[in-house]
């Protein structure tokens, strides 16, 4: 079985922040990546979906697309909060948001495996960022592990003269 740790724990501990940054990063082009190979076909002139066919109303819809907005940020808000906040209570928040976003994909990966036909361009995609959310939760538990330490000030900043 592959062990993470290696690759891990090659980086220096005060790098976390920038690993996660790296893995949130790819994780969100994957997701935008799996959205595009889901609307790939109406670029050749083929049905993604018939709207007749899904119990959809404007307003359910508009919940749909309210939690996707939601499902993106959060990655965005974990990326700068991992780069600008040291504090530990981030670390546990963050942490948390990193296994359940790993639930999802997860749960996301298993219904896809339960459509057919299965699409094995998106399973493989899925499993992929399953991976990648894994190692992220590795990461962050590493991460908030870490002594939270107050970053040394350079002499002549604007903020060790404050």
């Known amino acids: 079985m592959l062990n993470p740790a290696p690759i891990i724990n090659r980086y220096p501990p ?17 997701l935008l990546f799996h959205t595009q190979l889901g609307l790939m076909p109406l670029f050749h002139g083929i049905d993604v979906a ?18 996707m907005l939601g499902f993106f940020l959060l990655p965005a808000i974990a990326i700068l909060g991992a780069v600008f906040l040291n504090s530990l209570q981030f670390r546990r928040a963050h942490f948390t948001v ?17 459509v057919r036909p299965i699409e094995w361009y998106q399973i493989v995609l899925m499993a992929f960022l399953l991976a990648i959310g894994l190692l992220l939760n590795i990461v962050a ?6 002594t939270v330490s107050q970053p040394p000030r350079k002499r002549g900043s604007i903020a060790s003269e404050v």
């Not at 018939?50 to 309210?66: E, F, K, Q, Y």
């Not at 990193?98 to 339960?114: E, F, P, R, W």
């Open 14 to 30: 005060t790098d976390r922040p920038h690993q996660i940054s790296a893995l949130w990063t790819v994780f969100l082009l994957g």
């Open 50 to 67: 018939h709207a007749h066919l899904h119990d959809t109303s404007s307003a359910s819809m508009s919940v749909i697309l309210w939690l």
């Open 98 to 114: 990193t296994v359940v976003y790993s639930v999802m994909n997860l749960l996301h990966l298993i219904a896809d495996l339960q």
């Open 141 to 146: 538990f590493e991460w908030m592990r870490e």
